[in-house]
């Protein structure tokens, strides 16, 4: 049998974190197949959505994938929001928030959340979000042990900050660092920290 393989990859924003659709209305959708020739069974560690863009884990290993995606792992990201969050918002993102999950209420677990200065994300202005003149914008980073659907953008709408644009850009151990998006690098295992 042969080992198993893994890879690290900056999703760009506008592709699904899958490789197949059976859905007709996801036909011209863009897959994570177009950026890079993975191996059959390949599979995405956790989802990012169409619309984020980041750190994606994959593997051909299954445990691997329940491992990583267990509540033992954070996941970190970074969101920019509409607004300049306040020290309220980001008290309330740690204490945890009510979103909806499934059409249920769902308090979140308490998290690790601080707002980030201009400089401190310099390196995201490759993708222009909107406008100056729509309003200021900030930084927050968000960091979770959980990774219901669509989380982090609840969440900051659940405290008056809708997120613009979302970026994961750690697993466990494992960072994001300079890797463009859209770019593979090929990992000898996955590691993410004990």
Known sequence: ???????????????????????????????????????????AIGRLDEASEGLLLLTTDGQVSLDVRSKKVE?????????????????????????????ETYTTLPCQAQALEDEEVRWTNSRHVRDERHGPTSWVSITLTEGKNRQVRKMTAAVGF?????????????????????????LDEIVVGS
């Open 75 to 103: 996941k970190e990201y970074l969101a920019l929001v509409d607004g300049i969050i306040t020290e309220q918002a980001i008290t309330e993102l740690q204490s945890g928030v009510d979103i909806t999950v499934k059409q």
């Open 1 to 43: 049998m042969p080992a198993h393989q893994h890879f690290m990859l900056h999703k760009p924003y506008g592709y699904l974190s899958q490789f197949v659709s059976n859905e007709s209305r996801r036909r011209n959708k863009k897959k994570l197949g177009e950026l890079y020739d993975f191996p059959d069974g390949t599979m």
């Open 162 to 186: 809708p997120t613009l644009r979302l970026i994961r850009v750690r697993i466990g151990d494992i960072h994001l660092g300079q890797l463009a998006a859209g770019k593979v690098v090929t």
